[in-house]
């Protein structure tokens, strides 16, 4: 008779734990990763999340492993914020309904929730400044975009669409997350650099606005600086190198979202992976076949 110890018994509680899983992934996979994948659509933040991680990409849209609920939850508040300081609401009444939609949100405790509050109030301050001194006129915000790469569509929503002075589009993302952009990287960020070829390919020329002259992050939450927001450009991409690096990025993704393996690939935010418990990178760098 086989006698089993206690890392026999772990190694079959990770092995029941994986078939679980990725019975689950099949199962879900099937219905949400396979119709986008055949209808061929990316978001851009959809480009960025593959590319950094294929397996916590796989996860959150087949098995809904979402962040953590608090940084959706300032997400939400400092959009509600824009989208306020766009219409031109004054910055009190902002304030006013920050605090109105605090109270709709769930924390887990009254005394966690008003310390996040002063924290998202201090992200909406840094906005505000930003918003005000931004020289750029605002053309729209929270704007629907649509372009075709080939096969591909690329859908989303930008969350400020820009034109600078010399007519040129510029789109801004908000971000609140606790970790900037590496610098080095800004130039191939992926979600900046479809923003810029979806301007390329005509998703803005309703409003005039036909050339990227780049794109932005700004970074309100601890990823700013300690009294201003930090912005972070990134240069148009007719002025790169490769001017087509963007395009071969989205039929890259897309051709790798309707593959057979989804690599999990180490990075910084495998700090705040919210399936980094049971990821394979940190033990043996397997990858993962639904
Ligand atoms: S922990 Fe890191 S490598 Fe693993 S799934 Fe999450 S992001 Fe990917």
New binding site residues.
């Given amino acids: 008779m086989i006698q089993l110890n206690a890392h026999h018994v772990w190694y079959l509680i990770m092995a029941a734990q994986w078939t679980v899983l990725l019975s689950l992934v099949a199962f879900a996979g099937g219905a949400l990763v396979g119709l986008p994948i055949a209808l061929m659509r990316v978001s851009p933040s959809q480009v960025e999340s593959f590319t950094?991680?294929?397996?916590?990409w796989l996860?959150e849209v087949a098995a809904g492993a979402r962040s953590v609920d608090v940084v959706r939850h300032f997400g939400i508040v400092i959009h509600a914020a824009a989208v306020l300081a766009a219409e031109g609401a004054a910055d009190d009444l902002i304030g006013d309904r920050i605090d109105e939609v605090w109270h709709h949100l769930d924390f887990g405790s009254a005394w966690y929730s008003k310390k996040q509050r002063e924290l998202a109030h201090q992200m909406v301050d840094k906005f505000l400044a930003w918003h005000r001194q931004n020289p750029r006129d605002l053309v729209a915000f929270e704007e629907s975009v649509r372009a075709q790469v080939g096969a591909v569509e690329i859908t989303g929503r930008v969350d400020r669409l820009e034109r600078d002075a010399e007519g040129r589009a510029i789109v801004v993302d908000l971000k609140t997350g606790s970790a900037p952009a590496p610098a080095t990287d800004l130039d191939r960020h992926p979600q900046l650099g479809v923003y810029q070829l979806a301007v390329m390919l005509g998703a803005f020329e309703r409003f005039g606005l036909t050339e990227p002259g780049g794109a932005e992050l700004v970074q309100v939450g601890k990823a700013s600086l300690a009294a201003q927001v930090r912005v972070q450009p990134q240069r148009s991409l007719a002025d790169g190198p490769e001017p087509g690096w963007a395009r071969e990025l989205v039929e890259t993704v897309a051709a790798g979202m309707a593959g057979p393996l989804f690599e999990?690939?180490?990075?910084p935010?495998?700090r705040n992976?919210?399936?980094?418990s049971s990821?394979?990178?940190?033990t043996s760098g397997e990858q993962v076949t639904p």
């Fill in positions: 950094r991680c294929g397996l916590r996860l999990a690939r180490l990075n935010g495998c992976c919210p399936v980094a990821c394979p990178a940190h």
